[in-house]
């Protein structure tokens, strides 16, 4: 399994906005596309901006390049994004595990 994660911040005002944008598009998109092994996304609010981690799970490099594309290492964007002053890292790293466990 290929675990593919992402970090992108907004503004304390657009918190709320911001995470619902991200269900109806980068959830949703990653859920929809085949190969997708389920999603999860962690807030974390620091000083003035709500931090957004997004781990996507995947069964292989062919199923992340139907949702990313060829250039796959480059952060998917939608087209709405810059309403909530999204500062997006603009690479997404990929991780090889052989399985996910909860730390308790």
Not at 19 to 28: E, I, K, N, R
Not at 46 to 75: C, M, N, P
Request: aromatic share 14%; proline share 2%; hydrophobic share 45%.
């Amino acid at each position: 399994m290929i675990v593919r994660t992402w970090h992108g911040c907004v503004p304390l005002q657009h918190q709320q906005g911001f995470a619902d944008h991200l269900t109806v598009t980068g959830l949703q998109h990653a859920e929809a596309t085949a190969g997708n092994l389920g999603a999860f996304v962690r807030q974390e609010i620091q000083g003035q901006y709500a931090h957004f981690f997004l781990a996507t799970y995947w069964e292989s490099l062919a199923a992340i390049k139907r949702f990313a594309g060829e250039d796959y290492q480059v952060a998917v964007t939608y087209r709405d994004d810059e309403a909530f002053a999204l500062i997006s890292d603009p690479y997404v790293f990929h991780h090889r595990v052989d399985e996910i466990a909860t730390l308790s």
